[in-house]
């Protein structure tokens, strides 16, 4: 019986120019993303970030009476570097062998099996393509602040309600403005690097109140621009603290469309002033400098936690997505950051010692007691008790 037709077309294996045989393969590939899934929602979205690099499996043989030599010659081919993979119906390959397992049986005498696995090299060698965790982030937050802000236009309104609306718009306005002032004063925040613009900022939206809640898109351009203008990490990690909880997530609304208009707009406020204060806070973090690992992390879980909180009140698609956005850029950021910092470890000290001798114990240098004392709030070098201290590793 003639061979099927597809027989006559396939090409001798091999590479790097060293032939093999193939008894089986395998290909993997397809597209890299995320796959987005909303509450109380059943229309999915998954995210398109390009092609992912191709994966191949062979299951290859040499044999034959020299076939140690063969299969010395394909691992020696296989250690070399990118070169030229012909798969037998594939065609030819730019390709790089990531790993290779070679077995060798009593039963197959004269056979050495191999199982490759190479991935696919476009040619690209010293092109490196990258978007800065900075400029992802700040793609993220400005997609963010205006999604908010249109979501926010959406949802508020005093116009044609009854004056209880507009008093507890005000009201609830008055809480905000309060809650970002007592944000700048809080033991945890630093140094506010334009103090005088925030509170002129938050002077005019108190004075103009009146005005705003009659327009929304004003009101929050005025609340994004004095969050913004914020500009320290510690004031915008008070503010996101606390979230109030939601007056309209998950409820049933008061059957008074009056009520139910200022229970929205409560929440519109919050909303707005949370997920705006948020990027901002990632920002902060990808700018400031760390010191150990522990505090990136400690900051990268923190921030993610207050996201991921956030991310579950969302209603819109456009807002969901830029804060997952912030999230994930933010989190890549913060631990590749990490991952070259020293950590902290718990020592025990068990004898009353000196900050010097300490020093000079854990890292053979008597000129780090001064970091010892600092980080443990010791207040005299001299005296050290015995107890629990946390110090670097190294």
Not at 101 to 112: F, K, M, N, V, Y
Request: hydrophobic share 45%.
């Amino acid at each position: 019986m003639a061979d099927p037709s597809w027989l006559l077309d396939l090409l001798p294996a091999s590479f790097r120019g060293v032939p093999f045989r193939v008894r089986g393969h395998s290909r993997t590939g397809g597209k890299r993303g995320a796959d987005h899934e909303y509450p109380q929602r059943d229309l999915p979205s998954p995210q398109d970030l390009g092609r992912t690099i191709n994966r191949f499996e062979l299951e290859a043989f040499v044999i034959g009476s020299d076939y140690h030599d063969q299969a010395q010659q394909l691992i020696t081919a296989l250690e070399a570097g990118v070169g030229e993979l012909v798969h037998p119906r594939w065609g030819s390959i730019r390709a790089l062998c990531r790993s290779y397992t070679e077995t060798e049986t009593l039963a197959d005498q004269g056979l050495a099996s191999f199982t490759l696995s190479f991935v696919e090299d476009p040619g690209l060698t010293g092109l490196t393509i990258f978007v800065g965790a900075d400029d992802a982030v700040a793609t993220a937050s400005a997609a963010t602040k205006k999604a908010a802000a249109a979501h926010f236009v959406e949802r508020f309104g005093v116009q044609q309600q009854p004056g209880t609306v507009s008093d507890r718009a005000l009201v609830d306005l008055s809480g905000r403005v309060a809650a970002i002032r007592s944000a700048l004063v809080s033991p945890i925040a630093g140094a506010i690097s334009d103090v005088d613009a925030v509170g002129n900022g938050l002077d005019a939206i108190e004075t103009d109140a009146l005005a705003l809640i009659q327009a929304p898109a004003d009101l929050a351009a005025d609340l994004v621009a004095v969050i913004v203008s914020i500009g320290d990490l510690g004031a915008l990690r008070a503010l996101t603290a606390n979230r109030p909880a939601s007056l309209t997530f998950d409820v049933t609304p008061p059957s008074d469309p009056s009520e139910a208009q200022i229970a929205i707009n409560a929440d519109a406020l919050v909303d707005l002033v949370q997920r705006v204060a948020l990027v901002e806070l990632a920002g902060q973090a990808i700018a400031a400098s760390f010191g150990v690992y522990d505090d990136a992390i400690a900051l990268r879980d923190l921030i993610d936690d207050r996201i991921r909180l956030d991310e579950g009140l969302v209603v819109t698609l456009a807002e969901y997505e830029a804060l997952v956005d912030t999230r994930t850029a933010t989190a890549a950021d913060l631990t590749n950051k990490a991952s070259s910092l020293a950590r902290l470890r718990t020592v025990e000290v068990r004898t009353t010692t000196t900050a010097l001798q300490l020093a000079w114990t854990l890292y053979g240098d008597a000129g780090r007691a001064s970091e010892i004392m600092t980080r443990n709030g010791i207040v005299h070098g001299g005296f050290v008790a015995p107890g629990q201290y946390t110090v670097l590793t190294e």
